[in-house]
């Protein structure tokens, strides 16, 4: 069964919306979510898509189990069928918002997840910021490398670049929300092109609610 691709862009105004500019309020994780949540209509539906704002923060890629609807020319829509067709060993580069996460044992005896490269900073001085940035790459890098293999590919490690770290905060239905995001850049071999077609249509890792985890892959 097939998925779709998506390119959306938003084009009513936030001055010429109330609904948008009472999104706003509540931080611009929560607008996104909300955003995309339009076109795809269906009271308690869980959510079947994946997105990702792109740097002009007006438009969106989108993978979907259903095609988008339009809504009332809030938005500009490009949709097609998005069927990954992958072999084994193929080269790929690949592109990637994630929020990466560590999950560590409380003294409680419960688990809970850390962002990674905060848990990293812990114990370095801020003064030694050489040291500070290569102990941050190195865990936003390790983080990725060892969880590629489960998304079925084998990353070539010395083509990652990593930018884009950002924290963010929301507040949704009256609970403050907090989550980091780290986009990804690389290589990768296809090792096993079922979990690797898995991943792209469903996503990786956590926060997919507020646009990480949208795995984007094309040939070299």
């Given at each position: 069964m097939s998925h779709y691709f998506s390119r959306v862009r938003l084009l009513a105004s936030l001055r010429q919306d109330d609904w948008l500019r009472g999104l706003v309020?509540?931080?611009?994780?929560?607008?996104?979510?909300?955003?995309?949540?339009?076109l795809f209509p269906g009271d308690g539906m869980a959510?079947?898509?994946?997105f990702r704002r792109l740097e002009d923060e007006r438009?969106?890629?989108?993978?979907?189990?259903?095609?988008?609807?339009?809504d009332s020319g809030l938005f500009q829509i490009q949709c097609k069928p998005y069927a990954p067709q992958l072999e084994q060993g193929e080269w790929l580069r690949f592109d990637l918002r994630a929020n990466p996460t560590i999950s560590l044992r409380q003294t409680d005896g419960r688990s809970r997840r850390h962002d990674v490269l905060m848990h990293a900073k812990h114990g370095v001085p801020?003064?030694?910021?050489?040291?500070?940035?290569?102990v941050l790459d190195a865990a936003g890098r390790d983080w990725l490398l060892s969880r590629a293999e489960r998304w079925g590919m084998v990353i070539q490690e010395g083509s990652v670049l990593q930018d884009g770290y950002r924290q963010h905060r929301l507040r949704?239905?009256?609970?403050?929300?907090?989550?980091?995001s780290l986009d990804y850049q690389g290589m990768a071999q296809v090792s096993d092109p079922q979990r690797l077609r898995q991943a792209l249509l469903e996503g990786v890792g956590h926060s997919k609610g507020f646009g990480c985890g949208l795995l984007m892959v094309r040939r070299v």
């Open positions: 309020r509540h931080g611009e994780p929560y607008r996104d979510h909300a955003l995309i949540w339009r959510r079947d898509f994946l438009s969106f890629y989108v993978v979907s189990a259903r095609p988008p609807q339009p801020v003064e030694q910021r050489e040291r500070l940035r290569q949704r239905k009256g609970s403050n929300i907090e989550y980091s």
